[in-house]
């Protein structure tokens, strides 16, 4: 059982819920960038005095959708077993079925389509460039 307040219970949560929208976000920030400098090189090279500004947005977003559940839109609670806290996965309002639908959309969704196809269009590229090097 947890063993703590539901105060600590939040601040758990919290933590976890930011520390994990933050690593699925940086890793998103990092394919695409690295798909803008394998695929289009003109563009890529920009990116690299951007690089505080776009952790900056990383982490302003998982604080966004972290700091939710504080603001009242979803809940954080107790686990199933009882053993930790996380995100109230069972909706108990409209606001909290549609706190779980942007997580879904906007914090797993996109980002996981957005490596997809960052790394789909570099294979793609290496492909096409390795052809060309044959050709020659």
Known sequence: RWLFDQAVCTLYAFCGVLFGLCSLAS??????????????????????VHAARLLLCVWAYALAFAAAPLARWGSYGPEPYG??????????????????????IFCYLLPC???LASYALILWTVRVSRRAVRQH
């Open 27 to 48: 890793l998103t920030v990092l394919s695409t960038v690295c798909c803008l400098k394998v695929c289009y090189p003109a563009y890529g090279r920009c990116w690299d």
């Open 83 to 104: 053993t930790a806290c996380c995100i109230t996965w069972e909706a108990s309002s409209r606001e909290a079925t549609l706190y779980i639908l942007a997580l879904l």
């Open 113 to 115: 389509l957005l490596i």
